[in-house]
């Protein structure tokens, strides 16, 4: 076995950006997932059914590391059409399937791991993906500042659950917490809110992991488009912790947060 990387591809410019930083690596698209595979990879189709067959692919075109990258929906899995490998892992699968996130991705992380394969984080494999300690943008007021604490403190409280990456606060006042429908529904959600739910401030949204979830499987992610809908829900900026969040196009987002008058404020200390 060499020490060849497969990228396990969801929705999303991460999987591209990885496989732009590793040519040689193997690229696997989910049955089901739209995914457009890059040009000049060697490319697997897969079946959350049929994991016995992914593994076989994967040990047979030299597969040692295997990073996950790009947004993916929970399955639904048909025991019917399960391989042989698939359904001796089922009771596992199905013991954590009504869990938070982080239990079911580390039981994957689990599995390939058991299969002889090292699980990766994204940050392993392409460089430049999070960014340091900065504030672009607007200065953020002593409201804004305390939105965002109280959205750190709000996420914290959250962390025994599994549950939540994101919240949003405006004027002390939690208008949304990020559940698993995701960033872009709590954004969409806020910005129907009644403007008055804000008392008076424009509000902040925090994104960062839940402390202890495994990074290697899920990495929070914004981008353009989380610029774009913070400024559509009218809230004044977005809280990241430093080297915590991945920010894809960064100069795009640099450009946006400027045209929306909005502040990144990059925490390199976080409450």
């Given at each position: 076995?060499?020490?060849?990387?497969?990228?396990?591809?969801?929705?999303g410019?991460?999987?591209?950006?990885?496989?732009?930083?590793?040519p040689?690596?193997?690229?696997?698209?989910?049955?089901?997932?739209?995914?457009?595979?890059?040009?000049g990879?060697?490319l697997?189709?897969?079946?959350?059914?049929?994991?016995?067959?992914?593994?076989?692919?994967?040990?047979?075109?030299?597969?040692?590391?295997?990073v996950?990258?790009?947004?993916?929906?929970?399955?639904?899995?048909?025991?019917?059409?399960m391989?042989?490998?698939?359904?001796?892992?089922?009771?596992?699968?199905?013991?954590?399937?009504?869990?938070?996130?982080?239990a079911?991705l580390?039981?994957?992380?689990?599995?390939?791991?058991?299969?002889?394969?090292?699980?990766?984080?994204?940050?392993?494999?392409?460089?430049?993906?999070?960014?340091?300690?900065?504030?672009?943008?607007?200065?953020?007021?002593?409201q804004?500042?305390r939105?965002?604490?109280?959205?750190?403190?709000?996420l914290?409280t959250?962390?025994?659950?599994?549950?939540?990456?994101?919240?949003?606060?405006?004027?002390?006042?939690?208008?949304?917490?990020?559940?698993?429908?995701?960033?872009?529904a709590?954004?969409?959600?806020?910005?129907?809110?009644?403007?008055h739910?804000?008392?008076?401030?424009?509000?902040?949204?925090?994104?960062r992991?839940?402390?202890?979830?495994d990074?290697?499987?899920?990495?929070?992610?914004?981008?353009?488009?989380?610029?774009?809908?913070?400024?559509?829900?009218?809230?004044?900026?977005?809280?990241?912790p430093?080297?915590?969040?991945?920010?894809?196009?960064?100069?795009?987002?640099?450009?946006?947060?400027?045209?929306?008058?909005?502040?990144?404020?990059?925490?390199?200390?976080?409450?």
């Amino acid at each position: 076995m060499t020490d060849r990387l497969a990228i396990i591809a969801g929705t999303g410019d991460l999987p591209h950006r990885i496989a732009a930083s590793n040519p040689g690596a193997l690229f696997v698209t989910i049955k089901g997932v739209e995914v457009a595979a890059p040009d000049g990879h060697e490319l697997v189709e897969a079946s959350y059914e049929k994991l016995g067959a992914l593994f076989k692919s994967m040990r047979g075109a030299g597969v040692a590391r295997v990073v996950f990258a790009g947004k993916v929906d929970r399955p639904k899995l048909n025991p019917l059409r399960m391989d042989r490998v698939t359904l001796g892992l089922f009771p596992r699968v199905k013991a954590v399937l009504g869990k938070g996130d982080d239990a079911l991705l580390r039981l994957v992380a689990e599995v390939f791991e058991e299969q002889g394969f090292q699980v990766v984080a994204a940050t392993d494999v392409a460089q430049g993906l999070s960014l340091d300690a900065t504030v672009i943008g607007r200065t953020p007021s002593d409201q804004d500042r305390r939105d965002a604490d109280r959205a750190w403190s709000i996420l914290n409280t959250l962390v025994p659950e599994d549950l939540a990456q994101g919240a949003v606060v405006a004027g002390g006042q939690c208008l949304g917490i990020e559940t698993i429908q995701g960033t872009d529904a709590l954004l969409r959600f806020v910005s129907e809110s009644p403007e008055h739910l804000k008392l008076g401030a424009r509000g902040v949204f925090v994104k960062r992991s839940k402390p202890g979830q495994d990074q290697r499987m899920d990495i929070p992610t914004i981008g353009p488009a989380t610029v774009e809908a913070v400024a559509k829900a009218g809230l004044g900026g977005i809280v990241i912790p430093a080297g915590d969040v991945i920010v894809m196009e960064q100069d795009e987002v640099v450009r946006l947060i400027e045209e929306h008058d909005l502040f990144l404020d990059v925490r390199g200390a976080t409450p």
